[in-house]
């Protein structure tokens, strides 16, 4: 069924890109944000609200490696405390953040917790918060949560992540870069090689990157609006530890947007069709983004089937586990692909069989299309006594794209 369509005057996306060449730790992510334009004042004013011991930011222009940046220090009284997540959560919700701000505070600190909980073998509630539980840790996390508020961006990008090499000594020892957190929080997160004799990349930076970024690649086509350098505290003698933040738009031609998936695929020769239904079905209830079947011809002459599965590259393993449980498969193919979908939002329209739910794409250079929901479409002709085809007709007769200008 062809889907409405109608062309507006202008349409743009502020999105915001994270240069990560040097990696990325909360610090670096608050002065990059101070230097893009958000108010330190803001910042302190939330952070203040969470009770911390004598809290605050400070700023100062650096140089590293002759570039200017920003670096900011956050100082407090010493303490001892190790807080459970429980803990942070009451924290925050007893602050002055604003609903958003608390709910990505809330995000970044629950990603960390389920990557503890993950490491140490335990419960996202009995976890230990030790680093990323001490003042200065509380601070970077909700200070960017209120930064990214701040900056209003629809839509966080960012480079490939290096986390250097080498070792570092944390409250459980000696261990590997990156640290057990860190690289369970990166997972599915492209690296970028990096020779570094150093932590690049900070359980508290991946933590907000594996929240915050919906894509990972290169720069996209953006109008840079400014451009905030965050400085890191150590001097690297290879290059610049610096954080860039670029904040601008994608034009209405460029509204195409681009992430990475995981494509897997599988060949069956000796299983039923019933068997490769219900394989789908779990795979999508699971949370595939996409599963599909094609007929194809295999050794010996033989009728068989592709399963092909698109999804989250997180969501790797759990995908594999339910192909090779539920089918007869000995082997699954799997690689990343770059994908660029269209910017699209849930919208619902009054006809007079009812109201129907849809989707509206936007497709660059002011065109908006809206597409009705078969599902929705099916519910209400049925209850009405009249055809699918009426009641999307309706519905795209309903659309207004005045209201997406």
């Known amino acids: ?38 108010e330190l004042a803001a910042l302190q004013s939330g952070i203040d609200s969470l009770g911390l011991p004598s809290c605050r930011l400070a700023a100062q222009d650096v140089s590293k490696h002759h570039f200017r940046a920003l670096q900011i220090t956050v100082e ?18 007893a602050s002055r953040l604003s609903a958003r701000q608390q709910e990505l505070a809330k995000q970044i600190f629950t990603r960390l917790g389920e990557a503890e909980a993950k490491v140490h073998g335990t419960s996202i509630e009995k976890v230990h918060f030790h680093e ?37 000594e944390i409250a459980h020892g000696r261990c590997s870069i990156p640290a057990p957190a860190t690289a369970e929080l990166l997972q599915g997160i492209p690296l970028a090689a990096c ?8 359980p508290t930076g991946a933590a907000i990157l594996a929240t915050l970024v ?18 890191g505290q150590r001097d690297l003698e290879q290059q610049a530890n610096v954080l860039r933040l670029h904040v601008g738009e994608l034009a209405a031609g460029d509204l195409g947007l681009q992430d990475t998936v995981c494509v897997l695929e599988t060949n069956l020769d000796d299983t039923t069709g019933e068997l490769v239904g219900e394989c789908a079905e779990r795979l999508r209830a699971a949370g595939a983004l996409d599963v599909t ?57 009054d006809t007079s069989f009812g109201a129907v739910a849809g989707q509206v794409a936007f497709r660059g250079e002011g065109l908006v299309t809206f597409a009705p929901e078969y599902e929705s479409c099916r519910e209400l002709a049925a209850a009405q006594n009249v055809s699918v085809a009426r009641v999307f007709e309706a519905a795209q007769a309903a659309f207004d794209p005045s209201g997406f200008q």
């Not at 509380?138 to 992540?161: K, M, N, Q, T």
């Not at 094609?294 to 995908?319: D, F, H, S």
């Open 293 to 349: 079947t094609q007929a194809i011809q295999m050794k010996k002459n033989r009728p068989g089937v592709t399963i092909t599965v698109l999804c989250r590259p997180e969501q790797r393993a759990e995908m594999e586990a339910i192909l090779f449980r539920e089918t007869t498969t000995l082997g699954v193919r799997g690689w990343l692909a770059e994908r660029r979908t269209l910017r699209r939002q849930a919208h619902q329209v």
């Open 132 to 168: 990323v539980g001490a003042v200065d840790s509380i601070a970077d996390i909700v200070g960017a949560a209120i930064g990214f508020d701040l900056l209003g961006v629809e839509r966080v990008y960012a480079s490939p992540v290096p986390t250097g090499h080498g070792t570092i």
């Open 214 to 231: 919906h894509t990972f690649g290169p720069l996209p086509g953006m109008t840079i609006a400014r451009t905030g350098i965050g400085a």
């Open 76 to 93: 407090h009284e010493p303490e001892h405390a190790h807080r459970h997540l429980s803990d942070i959560v009451g924290m925050i919700e």
């Open 195 to 202: 020779d570094v004799e150093a932590e690049l990349t900070t």
């Open 1 to 38: 069924m062809p889907v409405a369509t109608a062309r507006l005057e202008s349409g743009v996306m502020k999105i915001a890109y994270l240069d990560c060449a040097s990696g990325i730790s909360g610090d670096m992510t608050l002065a990059a944000l101070v230097d893009a334009g958000v």
